[in-house]
């Protein structure tokens, strides 16, 4: 298995990124937050986790090693799979979790699409004596440097089909929404209203 990657940022779109090791580029599949601390050029260390299917390998890139173990924990319950896993990383952070886990939130739970409220309800009661107490890390997303931000949801657009110029207006429309985290997710819906009203 694949433990980490360590290499150079080849490229990042909106739902994964290219690390270049030793001349091969190696996708990973990233959640929001991690990716908002990734730029194109430099030197990244995630930690991964290989997911193995029968027509596909697919290796999945995380912030740090508590994102890593939630993420693979998250997934002994009955019907979470790889991708719900991330989707719960993107909305929530691994605290986030333990803690609507520990405390039956079953509203916080079903914030994260594809989980509904018999879901929660079923992962609550799978994981609540195995996923701990809140450790009183990071409840939100990782600080993005700089605003790298800004690429990603343009880049977004474009890959939506939006001229450049357009979606660098959008950017800049939704720019007095970002706070000290940035959701691209967030900033991505806010950007795609602004241009349907355009």
Do not use: H
């Not at 693979?72 to 993107?90: C, D, H, I, N, R």
Request: aromatic letters at 4%.
């Amino acid at each position: 298995m694949i433990a980490f990657v360590r290499g150079r940022v080849a490229a990042v779109t909106l739902s994964s990124a290219v690390l270049e090791v030793g001349g091969v580029g190696l996708e990973l599949q990233c959640t929001p937050g991690t990716l908002a601390g990734l730029r194109t050029g430099s030197e990244a260390n995630l930690p991964t986790s290989m997911v193995v299917r029968e027509d596909s390998l697919t290796l999945f890139g995380f912030a740090d090693e508590e994102e890593k173990s939630l993420f693979e924990l998250v997934q002994t319950a009955s019907g979470v799979g790889p991708k719900l896993a991330q989707a719960m990383l993107a909305v929530l952070s691994p605290d986030g979790i333990r803690a609507a886990i520990a405390a039956d939130d079953v509203k916080t739970l079903t914030k994260v699409p594809g989980i509904g409220q018999k879901g929660a309800q079923r992962i609550i009661l799978e994981l609540k004596d195995r996923v701990g107490a809140p450790t009183g890390g990071r409840v939100s997303a990782a600080p993005a440097p700089a605003e790298p931000w800004r690429d990603q949801v343009a880049q977004a657009l474009v890959g939506l089909g939006y001229a450049a110029k357009d979606a660098d207006k959008a950017v800049d429309a939704v720019s007095e929404q970002v706070g000290d985290a940035p959701d691209i997710s967030t900033l991505l819906r806010a950007a795609l209203r602004t241009l349907s009203k355009a």
